[in-house]
């Protein structure tokens, strides 16, 4: 349950809702070091756009179609930092424009991917079936992930699966149920081993 309070708490403090103000106590002091938000890194680096020129064209990405409305569906949680500092992973991911939102929620679109998200978590639907891997799910997003490359972030990548280090290559890792994917270049922070999914995922 903690793991899912903390990026509540990260998720606010990249928006500047929780910052703590000059001559003010720091509300975190108490808590341990792995579960202490960490702001948004500055800059667009850390904010990448979620829909690439493939997904609105509603191209097939990797094999995967842009479809109507999925039915089933299951969750899996994508943490991102670099320097320490988190990347913003953002809403609309995997659903082609025109885009309905509220918010920062996205609402529905024209046709769907197999993997989306929906909310600015990190967390993804994924439709069951074939095994998808991260690599798709970067495919979808248009962006970079390699042994030294995240984003447009160069350095060692480190990757962690449900708290575990990931020894293989990175795009190999399987978007299993619940699985809670943890990616840091260029520097380290102790992964979250799990995430409280909402109900339904």
Known sequence: MIFGIALTL????????????AGRTNPYAGLPPDVRPRPVGPGPAYRPAAVSAAVRR????????????????????????????????????????PQRTRGVYVLG????????????TG??????????????????????????????FRGP??????????????????LRRHAEIVLEVDGYLPPHPSYDFPPGL
Do not use: K, N
């Open 157 to 174: 990548v480190l990757g962690f699966v449900d708290g575990r280090r990931w020894r293989r290559p990175l795009a190999e890792i399987p």
């Open 10 to 21: 990260v998720v606010a403090s990249g928006c500047g809702g929780s910052a703590v103000r």
């Open 109 to 120: 679109g024209a046709c769907y991917y197999p993997l989306r998200s929906l909310e600015p």
């Open 58 to 97: 509603r191209a097939t990405i990797d094999g995967l179609r842009c479809l109507a409305p999925p039915g089933r569906r299951f969750g899996i949680h994508l943490e991102l930092f670099a320097h320490r500092l988190v990347v913003h992973v953002p809403a609309g991911v995997g659903v082609a424009p």
């Open 123 to 152: 967390v993804f639907r994924v439709s069951p079936g074939r095994v998808l891997t991260l690599g798709a799910l970067f495919a979808v997003w248009g962006q970079r992930l390699a042994q030294r490359r995240l984003l447009s």
